[in-house]
């Protein structure tokens, strides 16, 4: 829609002489609907016509920091801001003067004033940086010109503008790791590397961890623009130019140090990596993923290193340690005896008390797999010793804040798909931000994460002293922050907000069951930003680009389960009245034929969608945009959305490689009929002879959780009232999940586990699970209330459960290698057993079990799910895992 007011003109180029008729010109002129408004004289500052000069004594970085502001200005607005001498006169210009006061409290701290000048100053180099990022996102800034109007640009800023700011936390962190395993950052060129930094600088970011690869990861990716060790220069000696601090996330992957020549080797390694650094400020040593030596053993390696970094290279060097032992395996280290992870981690709060360890260390990182909540975990580490959080932000299932209630529909992505999560992380920032003094240092494995990135630097600098900020809420200052991200970064200032509302409805459409998701509604909010990109957008904004992606891919999954299970339906009441032929061919239409290559996406015949209809949201469009969107992002900025554009695996960013795997019952009918197999289990609730059912739940279908006793209604007792904690669980809260089961997703980066889906074998009751990751969460607890499912007195009941088996909750990807196991466990009604200790299974199956009658004497039913030894449950090592579950009367 056009931008055109009648108050305030628009600017335009020089005016052109009448031409005649063009046709196609002239159509052009009569469609054209972009007219960049010019700043209001009342409320605006013009800064069309500036002039940059640094005022005070020139540090080493004072020319990069005018040339910065200039170069920033030039590629948002298309106006070249001149750089004078200090003493020149320029009437006609705004000047635009930068400064630092070394006398403030605060290195960090900012100011800005906009007057009939325009001030910054910064209370170090790197305020002066911040001041500089936040003067970029204040400011209005655009450019257009199509084939029938001229150059337009804006650039102005809010008059009489006043901000004074400083951060909340010492630490806002990120990690940008050139190595193999990510799904972007192996791909970046020298120049794509300076500017991912760049970027978060001007949003506040104080620091990068970078990662060199050959540690836990492959020595090299076939996506690599330079050598490692190059980049590794590159990056380092850019945010020295900065000001900006320089981390190294670095395990200690060889196995024996106390071995001489290991040890030779060892510090053969350090002197390759630690020399290529022109800046490095801290070296952080993981304590498990990769890892989980003993902690006595770990800390003297990691004392050895110290002494190593410190003496020849970066004498002030800090030195950070995680534990991180919650995976209770390492077979990065040869370690295979599997270990109980509050044991190990009590062994490491123990080790830091000692004087040798206090000698050298300088803080601890609380990271993924932390065997403890984060406010316990501060609680033991000893006081002098500040503590980092090291989210991860990355990945949404099978890692530290899975998505909640995200439905198997979606979950199919895998572990990196576009994520942003703005009110998920807003939730967890306010409960655990207050434990992690130092502030965070985030996970990330690529730019899948961008939104989350900014998001978590965004609530770790807070509200202004004084600005459009001050006194300002954490919700306040997401939005104001994600808007400004919008227009500066993602580069569509005059289609922000509808971006913006965009992430936030991508956010909650993983939030909720397929059926009660709307994606195509989310998807027409990123529409409206689309319809405005211009060719320059198309090829520069490759930010739009990847959440279009997501948007497309979200109504792609849904519009593809939604004829699935219409399929589904039709072809069942065919078959119910004996049309069996007519029904196959009906469910045969939707099954997509995958050549023999499980899960790739090249591989795929494009042709054998099977859905007849079309129009804007039919599969073969929304298939096809999703494709051309992939190839986009991999050409903009490396993202390898696919195996066939460099990528991986599906576990690490490929994620549309899954595009058709399958999603509703479709398969599984086909797989039935074809064998002539009866498929009555795939209704719901599923028959069993001679008994009545009167509850169920499956945790792979959560339209399937209802209630069907006498005279109960669906909303008294479904799934969250019935299993722990037994109510609601609001957005952020117990996002680690260690105080309730975690519904888990069959891996389908996990090549068998793939196999299976696509040849019908599991029903989509059983593509997820509730299963217990942590001690605490050991058992899972099912608590029944008598009165409200209307049980008549002295009724005989029985419970049918689905235990998922070895062979379908395996872990994909690289983490196959861990060998997730299951622990012997049994059901319990109101203390009484159900059924023993069963060992576990390979296969999935489906039992039913009678409940004592001295169960039944209560006024609920607890059935109560336990392993044999609920301190050795881990991530890796867990209770049999509940797929689905119902109470029926005999």
């Not at 040890?263 to 020399?275: D, I, L, T």
């Not at 967890?428 to 939104?451: K, L, M, P, R, T």
């Amino acid at each position: 829609p056009s931008t055109k007011s009648a108050a305030r003109p628009a600017f335009r180029g020089p005016n052109h002489p009448a031409r005649p008729s063009m046709g196609w010109l002239d159509n052009w002129r009569q469609s054209e609907t972009v007219d960049i408004q010019a700043p209001d004289p009342t409320t605006e500052v013009d800064l069309s016509r500036g002039a940059v000069w640094y005022s005070g004594p020139w540090s080493a970085r004072s020319q990069t920091y005018v040339n910065l502001l200039v170069s920033e200005v030039q590629r948002r607005s298309n106006v070249r801001w001149s750089t004078p001498e200090p003493d020149a006169q320029h009437p006609e210009s705004v000047a635009i003067i930068l400064s630092v006061d070394l006398s403030w409290d605060s290195a960090e701290r900012y100011t800005i004033s906009v007057g009939e000048s325009v001030r910054i100053i910064g209370g170090s180099d790197r305020g002066l940086l911040f001041g500089i990022g936040r003067m970029l996102r204040e400011m209005r800034m655009d450019y257009h010109q199509s084939y029938s109007t001229a150059m337009q640009t804006l650039c102005c800023v809010r008059k009489g503008l006043k901000i004074s700011s400083q951060p909340d936390f010492k630490m806002r962190q990120h990690q940008i790791a050139y190595r193999p395993k990510t799904n972007s950052y192996d791909a970046f060129t020298p120049e794509m590397m300076r500017r991912e930094i760049l970027d978060l600088a001007l949003f506040g970011t104080n620091a990068i961890e970078v990662i060199p690869p050959g540690l836990d990861d492959a020595d090299q990716s076939p996506n690599f623009t330079i050598p490692w060790l190059e980049m590794l220069t590159v990056a380092s000696a850019y945010c020295d130019e900065l000001d900006i601090r320089v981390s190294m996330w670095y395990p200690a992957f060889f196995k024996d140090y106390k071995d001489a020549d290991t040890m030779a080797k060892a510090e053969k390694h350090w002197a390759s990596v630690f020399g290529a650094f022109r800046r490095l400020d801290v070296l952080f040593v993981p304590g498990g993923d990769p890892g989980g030596r003993r902690a006595e053993e770990l800390f003297w390696v990691v004392g050895k290193q110290a002494s190593f970094l410190r003496s020849k290279y970066f004498p002030q060097a800090e030195v950070w340690v995680s534990s991180q032992y919650g995976l209770s395996v390492s077979v990065d280290l040869g370690i295979v005896e599997r270990w109980k992870p509050r044991e190990r981690e009590d062994e490491f709060f123990q080790q830091l008390a000692t004087p040798e360890v206090k000698g050298f260390l300088t803080g601890v990182v609380y990271g993924p797999w932390s065997a403890y909540p984060i406010d316990e975990y501060r609680k033991r580490v000893p006081s002098h010793y500040s503590l980092r959080n090291y989210p991860d932000m990355c990945h949404t299932i099978g890692c530290e804040f899975p998505i909640d209630g995200c439905d198997y529909v979606y979950a199919v992505v895998c572990r990196e798909p576009v994520n942003p999560r703005p009110l998920t992380f807003l939730r967890i920032v306010e409960d655990q931000a207050q434990w992690a003094d130092a502030g965070c240092g985030c996970y990330s494995e690529g730019v899948n994460d961008d939104v989350n990135k900014y998001v978590w630097s965004a609530l770790h600098w807070g509200a202004d002293e004084k600005g459009p900020l001050a006194g300002s809420s954490r919700e306040q200052v997401l939005r104001y922050s994600l808007r400004q991200w919008a227009c500066l970064l993602a580069g569509v200032p005059r289609s922000a907000d509808a971006l913006v509302d965009g992430i936030f409805g991508l956010e909650q459409t993983w939030r909720k069951s397929a059926a009660d998701s709307h994606p195509v509604q989310v998807l027409r909010k990123f529409q409206q930003v689309e319809v405005q990109m211009t060719p320059r957008h198309m090829r520069e904004c490759w930010r739009v680009n990847m959440l279009l992606f997501r948007a497309y891919y979200d109504a792609f999954l849904h519009r593809r389960f939604l004829n699935e299970q219409l399929a589904f339906r039709e072809a069942g009441v065919l078959a119910a009245k004996g049309f069996e032929d007519e029904a196959k061919l009906r469910v045969r239409q939707l099954v997509v034929p995958l050549d023999g290559a499980v899960g790739l996406q090249r591989s795929i015949n494009v042709v054998a969608l099977g859905e007849a209809r079309e129009g804007p949201g039919d599969v073969t469009h929304l298939y096809a945009r999703c494709q051309a969107l992939a190839l986009t992002l991999n050409t903009q900025t490396g993202y390898q959305l696919s195996v066939g554009h460099g990528g991986q695996h599906r576990q690490r960013g490929a994620s549309f490689d899954n595009a058709w795997a399958p999603l509703g019952e479709a398969v599984t009918l086909q797989r039935a009929l074809d064998r002539g197999d009866p498929w009555d289990h795939l209704t719901s609730p599923p028959p069993v002879p001679a008994l009545t059912p009167i509850w169920y739940a499956s945790f792979g279908d959560p339209d399937d959780t209802l209630v069907v006793g006498p005279g109960a209604a669906r909303d008294r007792l479904g799934v969250a009232a019935v299993v722990t904690p037994h109510r609601p669980v609001a957005l952020g809260e117990d996002p680690t999940f260690f105080a309730r089961p975690l519904v888990e997703h069959a891996a389908t980066d996990n090549d068998a586990v793939l196999a299976r889906l696509v040849a019908g074998e599991v029903p989509r009751a059983w593509r997820s699970w509730v299963v217990g990751v942590w001690p605490e969460t050991a058992v899972t607890e099912f608590k029944f209330p008598v009165d409200a499912l209307k049980i008549p007195k002295d009724a005989a009941l029985s419970v049918r459960v689905t235990y998922v088996g070895l062979e379908l909750c395996g872990l994909g990807g690289d983490w196959e290698e861990l060998e997730r196991i299951q622990l012997p466990t049994r059901m319990v009604a109101n203390g009484v057993e159900v059924h023993g200790f069963l060992q576990p299974e390979r296969s999935t199956r489906s039992r039913v079990f009678d409940i004592p009658p001295q169960a039944l004497n209560d006024d609920f039913i607890v059935l109560r799910i336990e392993p044999e030894d609920p301190s050795r449950v881990s991530f890796v090592c867990v209770p049999f895992p509940v797929a689905d579950l119902g109470l029926y009367v005999r």
